[in-house]
């Protein structure tokens, strides 16, 4: 099983490379000069009549926006110490001049918020929320999303800061772009959490990107990334779980009645056991027509002292004991067939039948599968119009994140989707434009392709592989500061990467072992057969017969010669008088397959104490 799989992991890696060399450019003699400079547009402030927010960080950070001095989850360990400042971009600057709020610290919470104008009203016309996100540094595990907080908003922001819209990228572990609404039960007053399902995925790299979140008064939403539509459905269909809860539901009281019967089928009471029926078989016996080999010396130890081995001068019998030699294999085993008392191979019992057991019938009792009656939901309720959502007070960014230089910019706040995509053309798209090309100054494309195409292979896998660590990171670090439990609940894609990582390191351990036991089994020599005389040839020739024969079908996970081509390459051949040994690059393979059978496919297992019968494999049957 295992060498399928090393099999099928070598032919994703040549996939891999082939579509690899598939995109690379067939040549590039055309290529562009390099750009040495670029000259950056001039920062200019830019007017949105009718927002709720507009918000370009023009002036300093307070008082318009408010650091958050509470605890999270009202824990003192875990208090929002995480530092902001509204600075120029430092990395891959597009615009002159131009300013974002930025996150300062690592392995830190952070909270900010600032307050609208007025409350703001999503149930009149929907609502458009638009910002932008730019990641100064490699982002490994962190949020980047934004809160809309409900009205009114009376205590110090933190987690527990009841929410209406919570959208936005975050990574870690998983990559996402949440969207998730709160609505109101009317029927129980609490509000629920509605989570968009299989939200996309954001960019990761250090270019600004746009975040665009429409909800419509017709009760459909549209996420779009850089002006492109990425997401979209119904507030009623595509949340989990749904804003409407159903009509009927199980009555919690009904109870399966004590005489119910479910069972479909029973055992035939009618049925009886079989005179001729044994129990008792063994599943296997003796093979009564194996044959013990001529040249199997049942007198001779497997073992015996070594009689090169000496006392060593420092020995002293009253402290270390009594001295013995080491034992070492008997050398008049390796030139026979076998040493120890023979027994008989097992085989198959062809009377084994095993327990009885009655057939079953169809059960006349049975009544169906029970399931509890249904009854009108308590709780139920229809809202057609869920874009209808609480008023807005303030907007926030509440997040944690392992690294430093996430920057926000131009975010916008209302009710205009045509307002939203002027901010796209007029403001974000000229930075976005502004920043490839600072990107392709800093990294000009060579004149000429000097890399070989394995490069681009061993880059791809170096950001698979960048990715599982950074998933694995990211979810210790929220184990840490949110339990496991909570880890694995929130982050599935994290716990997933510390699977395969753990698999992954498991699988080179034992691929690594299996081949340093391959070569220690090369690097053993084999014995060397004795000459035996030519008279006891034509007996030798029939005692190999005789011994190939007994042994080349049993269950014993012995193999059956195969027949075929011929070939050259077999475990076992024959000395030039007929007598037959082992191959001598076959007798290191056997050690290193017995210690490993992965390396050499099935290895017959010792035979009462002493050594299996050799099998006869081709070279297709290895």
């Known amino acids: 099983m295992a060498h399928k799989l090393n099999f099928l992991l070598l032919a994703a890696l040549a996939l891999q490379a082939k579509r690899v060399r598939g995109n690379e450019p067939a040549a590039e003699s055309a290529a562009e000069e390099p750009k040495h400079t670029v000259q950056l547009p001039q920062f200019t402030p830019y007017t949105v009549p009718g927002a709720a927010l507009w918000e370009q960080f023009i002036g300093e950070l307070e008082p318009q926006w408010k650091r958050s001095r509470a605890s999270k989850q009202d824990k003192d360990e875990d208090r929002y110490d995480g530092e902001w400042a509204v600075e120029e971009i430092e990395e891959l600057a597009g615009i002159a001049g131009d300013k974002g709020l930025v996150v300062k610290s690592e392995a830190r919470h952070h909270a900010i918020s600032t307050r609208l104008d007025k409350p703001f009203d999503p149930a009149h016309n929907g609502l458009v929320l638009q910002y932008e996100v730019k990641l100064q540094k490699t982002l490994n595990c962190g949020g980047a999303y934004a809160k809309l907080l409900a009205s009114p908003m009376n205590n110090e922001f933190s987690d527990a800061t009841p929410y209406v819209v919570m959208f936005g990228p975050d990574k870690c572990g998983e990559s996402k772009v949440h969207f998730i609404y709160r609505h109101l039960n009317p029927v129980t007053g609490e509000y629920t959490e509605h989570h968009l399902e299989q939200p996309p995925t954001p960019p990761a790299d250090s270019l600004t990107h746009l975040y665009t979140l429409s909800i419509r008064p017709n009760n459909t939403f549209a996420i779009m990334i850089d002006g492109t539509e990425r997401k979209s459905g119904s507030l009623l269909e595509n949340f989990t779980p749904p804003v409407n809860p159903p009509k009927e539901i199980n009555d919690p009281k009904d109870k ?367």
Not at 388 to 394: G, R, S
Not at 428 to 439: G, I
Request: hydrophobic share 40%; charged share 30%; glycine share 6%.
């Open 256 to 622: 399966k009645p004590a005489d119910w019967v479910d069972e479909e089928s029973i055992p035939d009471p009618d049925a009886t056991k079989p005179e001729d029926w044994d129990e008792d078989a063994p599943a296997m016996i003796p093979d009564e027509d194996a044959v013990k080999p001529k040249d199997w010396l049942e007198d001779e130890p497997l073992m015996i002292e070594d009689p090169k081995a000496e006392k060593p001068a420092d020995w002293d019998d009253e402290e270390d004991g009594d001295w013995a030699p080491p034992m070492v294999p008997n050398p008049r085993c390796a030139e026979a067939d076998g040493c120890g008392p023979w027994t008989r191979p097992q085989k198959r019992n062809p009377e084994y039948k095993g327990k009885w057991a009655p057939p079953l019938i169809d059960n006349p009792a049975y009544k169906g599968k029970w399931a509890p009656r249904r009854i009108a939901n308590p709780d139920y309720f229809e809202d057609l119009d869920p874009y209808k959502l609480t008023k807005i007070d303030a907007i926030g960014f509440e997040l944690w994140t392992m690294q430093s230089g996430i920057t926000f910019d131009n975010i916008y706040l209302g009710d205009s989707a045509k307002a939203a995509e002027q901010i796209a053309e007029e403001v974000w798209k000229p930075k976005h434009d502004s920043e490839l090309a600072v990107r392709e100054a800093l990294n000009p494309r060579p004149a000429q392709k000097t890399e070989s195409k394995l490069s681009g292979v061993l880059d791809l896998f170096k950001v698979r592989f960048g990715d599982i660590a950074a998933s694995v990171t990211g979810f210790y670090a929220r184990v840490q500061h949110e339990g496991l439990v909570e880890a694995v609940r929130q982050d599935r894609s994290g716990a997933i990467a510390v699977v395969m990582a753990v698999g992954g390191l498991a699988w080179l351990a034992w691929n690594m072992l299996s081949v340093v036991s391959f070569v220690l089994g090369l690097a053993q020599p084999a014995a060397q057969p004795a000459q035996a005389p030519a008279e006891d040839k034509s007996d030798a020739k029939a005692a190999a017969e005789a011994s190939t024969s007994a042994r080349a079908d049993t269950d014993s996970g012995a193999a059956v010669k195969r027949k075929g081509k011929k070939s050259s390459s077999v475990p076992c051949i024959a000395t030039p008088d007929g007598q037959p040994t082992d191959h001598p690059a076959w007798t290191g393979f056997e050690r290193a397959s017995s210690l490993f059978p992965l390396l050499g496919g099935p290895v017959a297992a010792p035979v009462g104490g002493a050594r299996s019968p050799r099998v006869l494999w081709t070279a297709e049957g290895l």
